[in-house]
Each structure stands twice: as structure tokens, then as C-alpha cells.
């Protein structure tokens, strides 16, 4: 729940994963410093609401 976040800690881990039983197990592909196209740490921007403001 978001209520679970700690909004006030500087930094945060973010888990991504494809699960071993997934249709397309195989792997993912995550694109930072001194890779792709552009030489940058990965960013992110996350948007959340309620579950009953929909």
C-alpha cells in the first residue's frame, strides 16, 4: 500500500523481475550509465491514487 512508503527517505529500492513461470521468462533488459543511448543513471517519475478515486 502506498501508505507503506516512507516518502521521506532519500532513496528507495525499485525491484524489477519477470517471474521464472512468466509466458516470457528469459530475462530484462534495463538501459543506464554508459549504455544505450543515452549516458545517464535511469530516472523515474511515479504517479499513484486511491483505489476508489477511479
Known amino acids: 500500500m502506498i501508505n507503506d512508503i516512507d516518502s521521506h ?10 517471474k521464472e513461470k512468466a ?4 530475462g530484462c533488459t534495463i ?3 554508459h549504455f ?7 530516472k523515474g517519475t511515479f ?3 486511491q483505489a476508489n478515486e477511479h
Do not use: C, M, P
Request: avoid cysteine; hydrophobic fraction near 30%.
Open 47 to 49: 504517479y499513484y491514487s
Open 36 to 42: 544505450g543511448n543515452h549516458d545517464q543513471g535511469i
Open 9 to 18: 527517505k532519500s532513496f528507495w529500492t525499485l525491484r524489477v523481475e519477470v
Open 31 to 33: 538501459f543506464g550509465n
Open 23 to 26: 509466458k516470457n521468462a528469459g
